[in-house]
């Protein structure tokens, strides 16, 4: 692991997709790896702008996220897209088609695309998108931008891994009293209205009113800025830059930004503490000799689902 460290800090492109991959890994031995690995490198990271972006499915976050990379890159960043894509709740499998969406980003060299599947993740994000992110500060990318599955007002548990979180939204996408609605709204520390070209122009300028009343409603005299921008033209692109820097800085200078990774250090920690104990519980074989005889009695109706929770416990808690 000293040796993987040590080519992803001297930016090896390769093996930070390897490091990736041994994290995302559900595998045992993997994930003992993946431990030792991250705190190979854990000293040199916490250096990037973390920013997540999310919105509802059409708001247009993929080719946000190209038009600002390129944006980006071209005022000498180095630039990490970490994009979690939905897993189908059947099959368990992944299109990762963010890659291709950002095709002229993804031939940048001081660029760096990773789709990753969400699996039975909830809230927009994969169970590993943090290590992943990690690995990106450590690889020396300035800016991280985590894209979110995209899935509504629940897409908000990527406000825990980032430094300023951006809510995209379409134009014609609701009216103030969809922008004041709890939840993605109360958390978006920027809104940025696409689409803002063409015929969309009069729309997108109408959704802006009505969002900058909105986060007035919702946030008082501190409201987030609400700007507008056209990925395909490029206009508004740098406005929303200069927006979502001037929040990462200023929460760095407060003193406000350390804070922040504090808290979310500690939701980490007891994050892992829960996945690693439901992890444990599945794979224990006094519970997989249980299991299938409750399933059977709860699934008859004959035994209820929080009993059997109650009894499946009872017989993992002695085996600890």
Not at 39 to 67: D, H
Not at 251 to 257: P, V
Not at 279 to 290: G, K
Request: hydrophobic letters at 45%; a negative charge.
């Amino acid at each position: 692991m000293a040796t993987t460290a040590e080519a992803i800090r001297a930016g090896d492109r390769r093996v930070l997709a390897q490091g990736i991959t041994l994290v995302e890994s559900v595998r045992p031995d993997h994930r003992a790896e993946a431990v030792a690995l991250l705190e190979e490198l854990l000293p040199t990271t916490g250096g990037a702008a973390r920013v997540g972006i999310t919105g509802q499915p059409g708001a247009g976050k993929s080719t946000f996220i190209e038009a600002l990379g390129l944006h980006l890159v071209e005022a000498g960043h180095r630039v990490a897209v970490l994009a979690v894509d939905p897993s189908s709740t059947r099959s368990g499998g992944s299109i990762l088609g963010d890659k291709t969406r950002m095709g002229e980003l993804a031939r940048s060299d001081r660029a760096f695309i990773r789709p990753s599947p969400s699996g039975r993740t909830v809230g927009g994000v994969a169970r590993r998108t943090r290590e992943a992110l990690l690995l990106c500060e450590a690889a020396g990318f300035d800016v991280v931008i985590v894209e979110t599955v995209g899935s509504g007002q629940s897409d908000v548990a990527v406000a825990d891994l980032v430094d300023v979180f951006v809510l995209l939204v379409p134009p014609a996408g609701g009216d103030e009293l969809q922008g004041i609605k709890r939840g993605i709204m109360e958390l978006a520390d920027v809104v940025v209205v696409t689409k803002a070209d063409g015929d969309l122009v009069p729309a997108a300028n109408r959704t802006a009113a009505d969002h900058r009343h909105a986060v007035h409603l919702l946030h008082g005299a501190d409201p987030p800025p609400v700007v507008s921008c056209s990925a395909f033209s490029g206009e508004g692109i740098d406005e929303a830059w200069t927006a979502i820097a001037g929040l990462h800085d200023q929460r760095a200078a407060s003193g406000e930004q350390v804070e922040r990774r504090s808290a979310q250090a500690r939701s980490w920690l007891w994050e892992e503490v829960r996945e690693s104990l439901l992890d444990e519980l599945q794979t224990d074989p006094a519970i997989a000799d249980l299991a299938p005889e409750l399933e059977a009695r709860v699934t008859e109706g004959t035994l209820s689902p929080a009993a059997a929770a109650a009894e499946l416990l009872e017989t993992f808690r002695p085996s600890r």
